[in-house]
């Protein structure tokens, strides 16, 4: 082989060779990284997914995180993995051409400014450190998108107004997607049928009615002491019914409107003539009403049953607006008739208030609370002008069918029977005289003025968690900076870098004649034909020369 000289008249500095934006890039990507493992450790991260959000910015969205993030691995795919690469590469020829030497020809073509078809006639080993490199880079462009996900967190949700739109595809009557739906209204969708019209009104069929029947409390609740319902003074909240088709992102938590809803306030008190402590004089029951009211008489299904033969209630009124109702189970055909088992007194008031609304994961759906008066106004009952109404006579046909199904021994059958009637009432009429107040709910101060309420509990996907594979992808970025640290301040120079005018100043001390012979055919993009073997010395200030043939 021909040997070839390389003689540098003056050792470069290391500051001179150093390559500050690797430096640079891999002391940010260090910092950044290792603060993005301590913040996502608050996420419990497993695999792809995440159970909290980050410790601190969760706030911030996917999207916003992914952008930060990006910039991160923007640095390590584009600066410091190639350049980090082309060091070492640097550093290893570099080496090799200052102890054994390396032929001219393999040299050239292992550049990464040569052609594919030259490299190919390279170093292997050098392509297949590019070729993970890129696959390393390419992958982690890829995977970091994965880095962060929506979690479910505490937190609160503004919930907007809903909007009114026409159904122009049936029968073009406005359909409505309300926030909630009004006390004695229904909340079942519907459409014209030419056939059955209209069918059940609405105001008959309610929402309130359902929700008392089904006991699902979404818009009926009984608010007493625990256990003693019915028992002592016991409340019915009658109210609005949340629409709870706009509450998906709420997985447990309570909802409270940002400004007063009407409800229904009917206070029961109750008094048995076995506990009448108070001397009460309990009237005989008698072929007629009491007190000239409305008599609900039923019998249960099963008229076989010996336990259960069914009963009545009384329904009066008094002058001070009061419901009341007298109610007593039919004595079995070996008993007589005697005197009324309950004295039930019911004071009506409509309210206004902000109300709440509580998701549990127990029942999951939403439920009505005790709500606090803000103003009321007293609802009184006239048995004698409500017996003539269409309520009337609907209240007692639900009364009816509440306590068909009754078979045991339980004077408090009325219990199923009697909150009926303030359910089934006209509500619609205290619209008229009974504005609301005009102040808005301080918990919604800090939220858009034409929000219908405010959430606060469990919200989907409301903060931002990092995954298992974003961690673990820090942890890469973290570990490529090191080894870029350490590359860095590794005692070799790299001599041999792919500068152009560091190449005119090295072909300097070559022979002329192996330099032609060498690039000959470069110009035309040919893998370089050499076989001298390429030796690098240097000179001291000292002037003391190193060649190696």
Known sequence: MQPANIQLRQRPSWLATLDWASTISGFLLLA?????????????????????????GSQLSVQSWLAITGIQFSLLSTILLPHATSMTLSKCFTRAVETTGMRFDRLLNSLSTAPLSAQLRGSKKVIIVRCLVFMLAA?????????????????????????????????????????????????????????????????????????????????????????????????????????????????????ESCNPLLYLRSSFYVLRSLDNFYGTKWPLIKSRPYNNGVRIDFTPWNSTSYTFNGGIMDITSLANGSLQAWVAGHSLPS?????????????????????????????????????TDIKCQAFPFDVAAWNHTLWSFNAKAF????????????????????????????????????APPGERNP????????????????????RTGMTLLGIALQ????????????????????LLTEWPAQWLALVEGLDKTVVKEAVKDGATGTSVESKAVVLLSSSAEEGVKRSSY
């Open 475 to 494: 942890g890469v970025a973290i570990m490529a900076a090191i080894v870029a640290m350490c590359l860095i301040i590794w005692p070799r120079l790299p």
């Open 443 to 462: 918990r919604c101060n800090n939220i858009a003025q034409d929000s219908f309420a405010v959430a606060k509990g469990i919200i989907r996907a409301s």
């Open 139 to 255: 992958l982690v462009s890829v995977l970091y998108k994965f880095s962060f996900v929506s979690v479910d967190a505490q937190g609160m949700l503004a919930i907007p107004n809903g909007q009114i739109y026409y159904n122009y595809g049936s029968d073009g009557y406005p359909d409505t997607d309300p926030s909630y739906t009004e006390i004695g209204e229904s909340d079942i969708p519907r459409e014209y049928n030419y056939a059955l019209g209209d069918g059940v009104p609405t105001s008959i069929l309610s929402a309130n009615l359902i929700d008392f029947l089904t006991v699902s409390n979404g818009s009926v609740v009984v608010v007493s002491d625990p256990g003693k319902t019915f028992e002592r003074p016991t409340d019915l909240i009658v109210g609005p019914k949340v629409n709870a088709t706009r509450l998906t992102n709420i997985l447990n938590g309570t909802v």
């Open 335 to 371: 008993q007589p008739q005697g005197i009324y088992d309950y004295r039930v007194t019911v004071n009506m008031r409509y309210c206004y208030g902000y109300i709440n609304w509580k998701n549990s994961a127990v029942f999951g759906h939403f439920e009505i609370e005790d709500p």
């Open 399 to 434: 009364i009816q069918a509440a306590c068909a199904g009754k078979t045991t021994i339980d004077d408090s059958f009325w219990t199923f029977a009697l909150p009926i009637i303030p359910i089934m009432s006209d509500h619609s009429s205290v619209h008229k005289g009974f």
């Open 32 to 56: 950044t990284g290792i603060l993005m493992i301590i913040n996502g450790q608050c996420s419990l991260a497993h695999g792809l997914s995440a159970y909290a959000p980050l410790c601190v």
